[in-house]
């Protein structure tokens, strides 16, 4: 879906996987891992809340809990954008933290700004025009029926999907002990559901 205004904007710089993966290989399992300290607060902050308060919330703590994992593993990366929007940049890309589809589309509302960052074009996502070149990636996750977070990635968005990353495609360094692989962690009442 596009916004009824439409105006034309360049687009931004293109990024391959190849290249992203460059850029991102010092941090790239650092992602991961962020992302699954993110879920585990949001468990412990969800438990806080009564089920029915959960309802209209839930996706906005989830969130702002993996925003803040972000923000604490790279204190230095980040930046406050537009609206409020939290960025996260390296060199040349920006990346912002989104629930995806099962087709790995981001889930929204349509805006203008968010029409600009699904068709990578050159609208600031700053006060100022600061960054308005960068690639934007997206860092994102699924949300199944049973409400179990799925398949974190990092997606490149240009209209449609162009690649995807995630963890299969870090080439792990050897270290004295095998590094062990982020695991997702479920909510307490989704696990006991299961077991019924």
């Given at each position: 879906?596009?916004?009824?205004?439409?105006?034309?904007?360049?687009?931004?710089?293109?990024?391959?996987?190849?290249?992203?993966?460059?850029?991102?290989?010092?941090?790239?399992?650092?992602?991961?891992?962020?992302?699954?300290?993110?879920?585990?607060?949001?468990?412990?902050?969800?438990?806080?809340?009564?089920p029915?308060?959960?309802?209209?919330?839930?996706?906005?703590?989830?969130?702002?809990?993996?925003?803040?994992?972000?923000?604490?593993?790279?204190?230095?990366?980040w930046?406050?954008?537009k609206?409020?929007?939290?960025?996260?940049?390296?060199?040349?890309i920006?990346?912002?933290?989104?629930?995806?589809?099962?087709n790995?589309?981001?889930?929204?509302?349509p805006?203008?700004?968010?029409?600009?960052i699904?068709?990578?074009?050159?609208v600031?996502?700053?006060?100022?025009?600061?960054?308005?070149?960068?690639?934007?990636?997206?860092?994102?996750?699924?949300?199944?029926?049973?409400?179990?977070?799925?398949?974190?990635?990092?997606?490149?968005?240009?209209?449609?999907?162009?690649?995807?990353?995630?963890?299969?495609?870090?080439?792990?360094k050897?270290v004295?002990?095998?590094?062990?692989r982020?695991?997702?962690?479920?909510?307490?009442?989704n696990?006991?559901?299961?077991?019924?």
């Open positions: 879906m596009e916004t009824k205004v439409q105006k034309d904007f360049e687009k931004r710089r293109r990024i391959s996987k190849k290249d992203a993966l460059e850029v991102l290989n010092d941090n790239f399992q650092e992602l991961f891992v962020a992302y699954n300290d993110g879920l585990e607060h949001y468990n412990v902050v969800i438990q806080e809340l009564r029915e308060v959960r309802v209209r919330i839930d996706s906005g703590i989830l969130n702002a809990c993996i925003a803040q994992s972000f923000m604490e593993h790279f204190p230095d990366k930046t406050l954008g609206y409020g929007r939290i960025i996260f940049r390296w060199e040349g920006s990346m912002l933290i989104k629930k995806l589809n099962k790995s589309k981001p889930s929204y509302i805006t203008m700004l968010s029409d600009a699904t068709t990578q074009k050159q600031s996502l700053f006060d100022c025009e600061e960054a308005k070149e960068d690639a934007i990636l997206l860092f994102g996750y699924t949300k199944n029926s049973h409400g179990e977070l799925l398949n974190p990635r990092i997606v490149y968005y240009d209209s449609e999907v162009k690649w995807i990353a995630d963890l299969d495609d870090v080439v792990t050897p004295a002990q095998p590094a062990e982020p695991k997702v962690r479920l909510r307490q009442e696990i006991n559901k299961k077991a019924e």
